[in-house]
Nanobody, 124 residues
């Protein structure tokens, strides 16, 4: 059974940085994509970054150049380094992986499981 546990969220000033971590188990990332999504109050969930089984990455336009997704398969951890944070980045951030059924497809990847999320709040 796939389990995803996010950590690293918090409150920062605009321009600051945070690094989110997602500890995963029951999942072989070397075979599938993993990604980060976010959902702000009153808005739909959106994908912000994905990394495929070959290490290729894709980012939403709103975070391109500011953030970096990476993974350490030995530690079974997915990361999201977020620099130059803006107030509009405030949201609940979720780690995502492929599940037994596909709920959402994004940038050539399929996702079906999300973690419980970690809150990021950016003050202006």
């Amino acid at each position: 059974q796939v389990q995803l546990v996010e950590s690293g969220g918090g409150s920062v000033q605009a321009g600051g940085s945070l690094r989110l971590s997602c500890s995963f188990s029951g999942y072989t990332h070397s075979s599938y994509c993993m990604g980060w999504f976010r959902q702000a109050p009153g808005k739909e969930r959106e994908g912000v970054a994905v990394i495929n089984a070959f290490g290729g990455t894709t980012y939403a336009e709103s975070v391109e150049g500011r953030w970096t997704i990476s993974q350490d398969n030995a530690k079974k951890t997915l990361y999201l380094q977020m620099n130059s944070l803006k107030p509009e980045d405030t949201a609940l951030y979720y780690c995502a992986a492929r599940g037994p059924s596909v709920v959402e497809r994004l940038w050539g990847c399929a996702f079906g499981i999300w973690g419980q999320g970690t809150q990021v709040t950016v003050a202006s």
